[in-house]
């Protein structure tokens, strides 16, 4: 783990109780159970379908793309921010600006987004943690399981993640940064994609069949 991934996982951590003013901030507690435990969860589930991809995803592939090392390095303090901001708007209001009943809602979103990512990362070997063209293990076109109805189903994932965190957080200021974390990853979509149709092989053709990106009959 590098010290940049260590440094913003610490600031995701403590910096939302430091822009609230207290530890006592229920709300951001329960966010950070859920989410540690919905990560736990996910990793268990990739570990016993996919066992070699967790061992490859612990370093990055030396012809990854250039502009996707500046997209994870902006990334996850993005995602960090949505936490900040709530902690921020929990400073300002004394509690919740969502109703109480959103939370309930973020929740499923959560785990529906975890469920989604999970099972692309169970049936794609090739799921990386950065882009690139795997040449050196035969990367080829995997069209199983979610793939067979979007193209970038761990997307998918990630993106109800950082829309689900408002709601988890019941903080209305914290849609903000969640909206900029989920349009940074449509931005990643958008480059993967127009990557892998240039040089993997089969992939225009897949394209062909299975026409959306990220959400069926929108994009």
Partial sequence: ???????????????????????????????????????LVHGRYVARRNPALRIRRR????????????????????????????????????????PAAAWAAGLAAFAGAMAVSARAMAVNPFFEGTVRIQRDVGQRVVDDGPYRVVRHP?????????LASPLLLLSARAIV??????????????????????????????????????VPGVW
């Fill in 1 to 39: 783990m590098s010290a940049w991934t260590i440094a913003t996982l610490a600031a995701w951590a403590v910096s939302p109780f430091v822009a609230a003013g207290t530890a006592r901030a229920p709300i951001l507690w329960a966010h950070h159970a859920v989410v540690v435990l919905g990560v």
């Fill in 154 to 162: 761990g997307y998918v994932g990630l993106a109800g993640w950082a």
């Fill in 59 to 98: 370093t990055i592939g030396g012809d990854t793309k250039r502009w996707d090392l500046a997209w994870v390095a902006a990334f996850w303090p993005l995602m960090a921010a949505i936490a900040v901001v709530a902690g921020m708007d929990h400073a300002a209001h004394g509690g919740r600006t969502l």
């Fill in 177 to 214: 940064p969640a909206v900029a974390a989920a349009a940074w990853v449509v931005l990643r979509t958008a480059l993967e994609d127009a990557t892998l149709r240039r040089e993997l092989d089969g992939y225009a053709e897949y394209a062909r069949r299975v026409r959306w990106r990220l």
